[in-house]
C-alpha cells in the first residue's frame, strides 16, 4: 500500500525558507522508475508542479521558480525534501507531494498517489 | 510555455452526460491525465493515458484525445461527481508537468 504524507511549518515568514518533508511507503525511491514530485494550489486555484526528483537523482524545477527550489532525498528514510528560498505572500498554497507512476513508457506520466497536502501560509 | 486550457465550469443535471474539455497543441503527442479533486481533499486520477480508467473509477468516466483536444466524459452523473476536474500532460520537450486551468462541475 502506497503513501505519502507531507509535513513542514504552516505559517512562514516573508523572505524565509521553507522547508517541507514528504514520508513514504509502499515503495522505495532507490527502485529505477520510481519518481517523486512537489505540486502546490493556492486556496481556490489551479495545481501548479513545481518540481521532480527521480530514483538516479536526477532532478528538475519548475522554469519559473528554479532558483529558489531545492529538492533531495533520502532514500534510507523514504523522504523528499523540498526547500524554498524567499517565501512571499504569493507562495501561500497546499502543498502536496505526489509519486509518478512508474507506467509503460519509461517517461513520467501521471500522478498515481498523493499525499493529503500541507497548507503553507506565509505572513508576517 | 506549455498550456492547457479548460472551460471554468461545466453545469449538468443528475444522470445526463458532463463533457469536459482540455485544449492545447500537439495534443496527439503527448497522453494526457484527469484528476478529480473534491473540496478539502487531494487530487484523485480518474482518467491516464487519454483513457485508461484506474481500478475502482466507475465506469461512467470516460476519456479520449484528437487532435488538439482532450474530453473528459461523465455518464448518468451523479450528485458525488461534482467536484473540480483537471487534465494534464507531461510535456516531454521541457520535462516539465503542465497541469490544465481547472474545471469545476456542478450537478444541478
Known amino acids: 500500500q502506497v503513501t505519502l504524507k507531507e509535513s513542514g511549518p504552516a505559517l512562514v515568514k516573508p523572505t524565509q525558507t521553507l522547508t517541507l518533508t514528504c514520508t513514504f511507503s509502499g515503495f522505495s525511491l532507490s527502485t529505477s522508475g520510481m519518481r517523486v514530485s512537489w505540486i502546490r494550489q493556492p486556496p481556490e486555484k489551479a495545481l501548479e508542479w513545481l518540481a521532480r526528483i527521480d530514483w538516479d537523482d536526477n532532478k528538475v524545477y519548475r522554469t519559473s521558480l528554479n532558483t529558489r527550489l531545492t529538492v533531495s532525498k533520502d532514500t534510507s528514510k523514504n523522504q523528499v525534501v523540498l526547500t524554498m528560498t524567499n517565501m512571499d505572500h504569493v507562495d501561500s498554497a497546499t502543498y502536496y507531494c505526489?509519486?509518478?507512476?512508474?507506467?509503460?513508457?519509461?517517461?513520467?506520466?501521471?500522478?498515481?498517489?498523493w499525499g493529503q497536502g500541507t497548507l503553507v501560509t506565509v505572513s508576517s | 510555455s506549455y498550456v492547457l486550457t479548460q472551460p471554468p465550469s461545466v453545469s449538468v443535471a443528475p444522470g445526463k452526460t458532463a463533457r469536459i474539455t482540455c485544449g492545447g497543441n500537439?495534443?496527439?503527442?503527448?497522453?494526457v491525465h484527469w484528476y478529480q479533486q473534491k473540496p478539502g481533499q487531494a487530487p484523485v486520477v480518474v482518467i491516464y493515458y487519454d483513457s485508461d480508467r484506474p481500478s475502482g473509477i466507475p465506469e461512467r468516466f470516460s476519456g479520449s484525445n484528437s487532435g488538439n483536444t482532450a474530453t473528459l466524459a461523465i455518464s448518468r452523473v451523479e450528485a458525488g461527481d461534482e467536484a473540480d476536474y483537471f487534465c494534464?500532460?507531461?510535456?516531454?520537450?521541457?520535462?516539465?508537468?503542465?497541469f490544465g486551468t481547472g474545471t469545476k462541475v456542478t450537478v444541478l
Open positions: 494534464q500532460v507531461w510535456d516531454r520537450h521541457s520535462d516539465h508537468c503542465v
Open positions: 500537439n495534443f496527439g503527442s503527448k497522453s
Open positions: 505526489a509519486r509518478i507512476s512508474p507506467g509503460i513508457s519509461g517517461w513520467p506520466d501521471y500522478f498515481d498517489y
